[in-house]
């Protein structure tokens, strides 16, 4: 099951209505992936008081998001919205809802929020980094937030397909 916005999911490639979720009898949201969006995705479902599971392919969360900057974790850029839209190559009109939803500011009051310091580089394109160059912090302080809005997290597992039965997954 992934669920797509409030009232689509997608059941074994099918999308279903909420009307129509209720037959599945289904109680949980799952997420698969455990890098930026998946985290993320998993701790909007939290909030919303939903019973979350996150399933990591790898041993650890965030595998990518450790990479990124350099190891040094560039976690986004802190221009104006505006400013974005001309950085997408093709079709930025279709980003203006996810940029205006949450945007880069609303991420860096979030991460301040679980204790995330960081820093903005306004000689570097004003690229936004951990204070201490160090991806696995940010990583660290994401993790601990899933904990503590109860996200079950099962790690060094793939996903390869979804079996619905007696309206069960």
Do not use: W
Request: hydrophobic share 35%; proline share 1%.
């Amino acid at each position: 099951v992934m669920k797509m916005n409030d009232t689509t999911h997608i059941i074994n490639d099918t999308k279903l209505e909420n009307s129509e979720l209720e037959k599945y009898k289904i109680d949980k949201e799952i997420v698969e992936g455990g890098g930026p969006s998946g985290i993320m995705a998993a701790i909007s479902a939290a909030k919303q008081n939903h019973s979350v599971t996150l399933i990591e392919r790898n041993e650890f969360l965030g595998k990518k998001l450790k990479l990124t900057g350099g190891g040094r974790c560039n976690i986004t850029n802190n221009r104006y919205i505006e400013d974005f839209f001309d950085k997408v190559v093709n079709n930025n009109k279709f980003l203006y809802s996810s940029f205006y939803s949450f945007s880069n500011y609303d991420l860096l009051d979030y991460l301040s929020s679980i204790g995330v310091e960081y820093k903005i580089e306004e000689e570097n394109d004003s690229k936004v980094y951990t204070k201490n160059d160090k991806a696995l912090d940010l990583i660290n302080s994401l993790e601990n937030d899933l904990r503590d809005k109860n996200v079950n997290i099962i790690y060094n597992t793939k996903v390869t397909d979804l079996i619905v039965q007696d309206k069960k997954i």
